[in-house]
């Protein structure tokens, strides 16, 4: 096989037809290295290649992967769903360092949501990342939506609008094209479209006022890719899904909004297409309907998976169904932003030090004006100042480490099962990772709470300024090692299970001793009081208010045990109650990090 510099494979004019098909499709595949049917069909044509948790292990094998890549196609777009917070990619095994988009809401500030997406930008790229799948612009203005939640910056359209947009910029000035979703907006939906097809049946009006407007500011600020949502409109388009929706794609995204870039499926193995229309008939309809790629792999990760739908694409040109030119003109959009990204990686970009500056002198600084917002006290939070090492996860709440027995989240074993209540935040190595309270050098480079702040510090600082405390009168800080329940929810399928989740870890750095376990179903208060016994409690929630069960396990917790904290880790929908209530705005390994520091008075 000869390999050109461009990346293009030497071929038959013949074979334009398939190459176009190939260059189409968003692929996946399992491991760590790059299999052989991968490689081979990049130097057939196909462009694209799409990464989730089971192919990263850690930077430097992520960096080697995607150079496995190039060394076959140069201009390969490698493509991740890393959002920060609860869907993360490159931290699947220890929680995010960056909170996610609704704790950023939390904030409102833009300038710090910039520097969250450049530092995530930066550190893609590092690794040979260039096109990520987010932000998310869905307006969360359904509090029940299963599948958006914490993943949006809230409920406000103006504030979505505007940090999408700043998103969008950070992310960019990386190098790395973002890939703003789920159009024409999943956040009025009460279905989650990898498991059905959501249907919206806000009228015209309500979607351009509200789901439309964060797309219309992604574009402005230029946005390179947009990726399409499964779900049924009927004001837009009564009869197909957005994903396979002309009037959606090319009426509405490219002619009236002037959207000019990339536009890629959501992935096509989920149940809202796969389940209605198949994956072959889906991403035909899709590129008929103006999609440029189609991403598939997340649960589809196989050779016989390309091949399928290359197939399926060629015959539907030489049938008439799809038009040839429509089928060029997506491979040309996918050329186009590997063209861009290309150029992107060769622009000079600040060093991360150069980063750390700008973020302290955007965000108000690091002394004194990162205080959460708290109600019931006079204090802000202690997470001020300078900010902790950035080191792995131990067993932290709902995790795999032995920290951590598994609930619902894994098993669905009755609530209570949490084992031996084994000391959390000692899952091996990953434990030793912690830097010290007085300083020094975490694993990945963070400095120790008495340092100065630097570029990847920029996620912890934004996580203690999501915080929303509220406490009564009489709480004081803990001084011993409490027990943490978590009222684990079954995980969807876009966070996954892989990743842990709570305060668990954090609080055993800061109190010795802290045990841990999770529980679900009826009878999980009180099966988390008789675990606790006499020690301090710690209930952490995740969406309180969408999950009966977990509000009358609280009710339990509290009826007995007035002096429980709580820990809101999802939206915060539900009134705070408990000696104390912290609200993160999301589940990130940060978010559990800045939790834990109010809790232990830190």
Known sequence: MTTFASGTTASHPKDGLTRDALTVLQPGFTGTTAPDWLLRRLGEGLASVGLFGRNIASPDQLAALTAQLRVERNDVLVAIDEEGGDVTRLEVRTGSSFPGNHALGAVDDVAL?????????????????????????????????????????????????RHTAAYVTGLQAAGVAACTKHFPGHGDTAVDSHHALPRIDADLSVLQSRELVPFRAAIAAGSRAVMSAHILVPALDPDRPATLSRRILTGLLREELGYDGLIVTDGMEMQAIAATYGIERGSVLAIAAGADAICVGGGLADDDTVRRL??????????????????????????????WTAAASAIPKASPAASASAVVSRTNGLNGSNASNISGGTDGTSGTGGVNGTGGTAGTDGASGTGATRGAADTDSPAGTSGS???????????????????????????????TGGASDVGLIAARRALTVTRSASYAPLTEAPYVAALTPVANIAVGDETPWGVAAELARLLPGTETGSFNGEDAGSAALAAAGARPLVAVVRDEHRHPWMATALDTLLASRPDTVVVEMGVPQSAPRGALHIATHGAARVCGQAAAEVIAGE
Request: charged share 20%; net charge neutral; with cysteine.
């Open 421 to 451: 209540h084994s000391p959390a935040g000692t899952s091996g190595s990953e434990g030793s990772n912690r830097s010290s309270r007085t300083g020094g050098t975490s694993a990945t480079g963070g400095t120790g709470r008495t340092g």
């Open 113 to 161: 949501t910039e520097a969250v997406a450049l530092e995530l930008g930066r550190r893609l790229a590092a690794c040979g990342v260039n096109l990520n799948w987010a932000p998310s612009a869905d307006v969360n203005s359904n509090p029940a939506n299963p599948v958006i939640g914490v993943r949006s910056f809230g409920a406000d359209t103006d504030l979505v609008a």
């Open 310 to 339: 290359r197939d399926a694409l060629v015959s539907a040109v030489r049938t008439g169904e799809l038009p040839e030119e429509r089928l060029a003109d997506a491979a040309n959009r996918v050329r186009a932003l590997a063209a």
